[in-house]
Structures are given as C-alpha cells and as structure tokens.
C-alpha cells in the first residue's frame, strides 16, 4: 500500500530535524523500556531489547503491552516474597 506523503514542513518539524526530537514518556514498559512521543512532530519510537530507540509501530505497542503485564506480575511476585 502506497500513499504519497505530503511533505509539508512545520516549525516543529525543522525543530525537530535540527535540534533532535523532544522525546517524552508516555508509557513505561520495564525498567529498561519506554515508549517515546516527542512533544514537536508527534513522532512515537520505543526502545527496543538491545536499547536502540526504533519506530513505534502498532506491532511493538503491542509486544509491550504484553511485555508490561509480565513485567509487573513478575514485580508483584518479587515485593510478595
Ligand atoms: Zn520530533
């Protein structure tokens, strides 16, 4: 599936190629993992298991959402003990 994308540059977005992306958490999946937005253009990336920053795709928002469930019963199970 191919759609043209417009190229529309906005203030944000020469921000954002200039001075890097202003990356906010907006979820926390592990100690190590969190998924980003950045407060200019919008754009989602999460890190991923080798701690690289990748595009936050719907298929990596869902292998962390799985990920975050295990993550917290395995914390519940370790403050119980
Ligand atoms: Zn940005």
């Known amino acids: 599936m191919h759609s043209s ?3 529309h540059f906005t ?4 921000v954002c190629v200039t001075m890097g992306h202003d990356y906010i958490i907006t979820r926390k999946v592990t100690n190590h993992i969190n998924e980003y ?4 253009c919008g754009r989602e990336v999460a890190e991923n298991d ?3 920053l990748e595009p936050l795709t719907q298929k ?5 959402s799985s990920l975050a469930v295990f993550f917290q019963k ?3 199970r370790v403050t119980a003990a």
């Open 50 to 52: 080798k701690g690289y």
């Open 37 to 40: 937005r950045c407060s200019h």
């Open 5 to 7: 994308p417009k190229k």
């Open 11 to 14: 203030l944000s977005t020469i």
């Open 74 to 76: 395995k914390c519940n």
């Open 60 to 64: 990596i928002r869902n292998a962390n």
